[in-house]
């Protein structure tokens, strides 16, 4: 039953790291790879999947302590929070609520009057892209929500010596 409960742990662990990072990469292939600028929402959706990430690492790099176990909690928490904002952003694509009312921009450049008034708005209640109706934050919802909570169920298990 060790056995079992520790291979919840890993798999806890191993979560932790790879989903943000898997978002993350996604987002920049989308961001640099075929052009889709984010927008301010989209930026706020990407600092807990950074944080996650760093506080992945650290995690792994302290496996089978009581940090280790704290660091990939606050990962899992991490995740959670950028699905939270992917939410509220695509409740905002939908028009279901108001998002920011400020215009947003991402360069400033060498000139930053140019660049402003020449910059693209970027706003965040219109999705850069779909699939199925679900935007980049709806899926960000859907993929970091379940897995924090995966998470969270497997440090569950872990803790308990469930299998």
């Not at 409960?5 to 075929?34: C, D, M, R, W």
């Not at 889709?36 to 496996?63: E, K, N, S």
């Not at 028009?95 to 970027?122: H, K």
């Not at 199925?132 to 169920?153: E, R, W």
Request: aromatic letters at 10%; charged letters at 5%.
């Amino acid at each position: 039953m060790a056995k079992l409960a520790n291979s919840s742990a890993q798999a806890a662990y191993l979560l932790a790291l790879v989903v943000p990072s898997a978002l993350i990469a996604a987002v920049y292939v989308a961001q640099y790879g075929f052009g889709l600028a984010p927008c301010d929402m989209c930026w706020w959706q990407r600092y807990p999947h950074f944080a996650a990430i760093v506080l992945a690492l650290g995690a792994l790099a302290t496996r089978g302590t009581r940090l280790g176990g704290a660091l990939v909690l606050l990962a899992g928490l991490s995740i959670g929070v950028s699905g939270a904002i992917g939410a509220f952003h695509a409740g905002v694509e939908y028009g279901w609520w108001q998002g920011p009312t400020a215009c947003s921009s991402t360069s400033l450049g060498n000139d930053p009057l140019a660049s402003i008034m020449n910059a693209p708005l970027i706003r965040c209640d219109t999705p850069a892209w779909t699939l199925f109706g679900v935007s980049l934050a709806g899926f960000n919802f859907l993929i970091s929500i379940s897995s924090a909570a995966l998470i969270l169920v497997l440090l569950s298990r872990r803790s308990k010596g469930l299998s």
